[in-house]
């Protein structure tokens, strides 16, 4: 059953069917996904900012194509938590190295009782002078 949706590129409405975009969005996409591979073909490798530069593509296309593994090496960009240049994932190795220690370190804080906060603490006082 198709949708009437926003269109996440440029804001009309159309009708979805299977595409996040709307077909001039599409379009514009495919051609860009074409421009930027033709560019990376000839640089080898290049920087994000250098692809938006000289293809005129938005970032944010460029970000999509990476992603979806339209683009495979040879582009860096940045981390998306501490902007050093990267050319796989989303973060750094040290970032996704803290990410996943901070994500270990909180799930081994969630697995006991929580600690007692100031008000439970003050409603064990109040029983105990009872
Ligand atoms: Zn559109
Ligand atoms: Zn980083």
Redesign the pocket.
């Given at each position: 059953m198709p949708e009437i949706k926003n269109?996440p590129?440029?804001g009309?409405l159309?009708m979805e069917i299977g595409r996040k975009?709307?077909a001039?969005?599409y379009d514009q996409e495919l051609r860009d996904e074409d421009t930027v591979a033709a560019y990376l073909r000839e640089a080898g490798r290049a920087s994000l900012e250098q692809i938006c530069q000289d293809t005129g593509v938005k970032e944010a296309v460029v970000l999509r194509m990476i992603r979806r593994g339209r683009i495979t090496g040879g582009v860096s960009y940045p981390c998306e938590a501490c902007g050093r240049p990267i050319e796989a994932g989303r973060y750094c190795p040290a970032c996704a190295n803290q990410l996943q220690q901070e994500l270990s370190a909180l799930q081994a804080a969630n697995k006991p009782a929580e600690p007692k906060t100031e008000a439970a603490r003050a409603r064990d006082r109040m029983h105990m002078l009872r």
């Amino acid at each position: 059953m198709p949708e009437i949706k926003n269109c996440p590129g440029c804001g009309k409405l159309y009708m979805e069917i299977g595409r996040k975009l709307c077909a001039d969005c599409y379009d514009q996409e495919l051609r860009d996904e074409d421009t930027v591979a033709a560019y990376l073909r000839e640089a080898g490798r290049a920087s994000l900012e250098q692809i938006c530069q000289d293809t005129g593509v938005k970032e944010a296309v460029v970000l999509r194509m990476i992603r979806r593994g339209r683009i495979t090496g040879g582009v860096s960009y940045p981390c998306e938590a501490c902007g050093r240049p990267i050319e796989a994932g989303r973060y750094c190795p040290a970032c996704a190295n803290q990410l996943q220690q901070e994500l270990s370190a909180l799930q081994a804080a969630n697995k006991p009782a929580e600690p007692k906060t100031e008000a439970a603490r003050a409603r064990d006082r109040m029983h105990m002078l009872r």
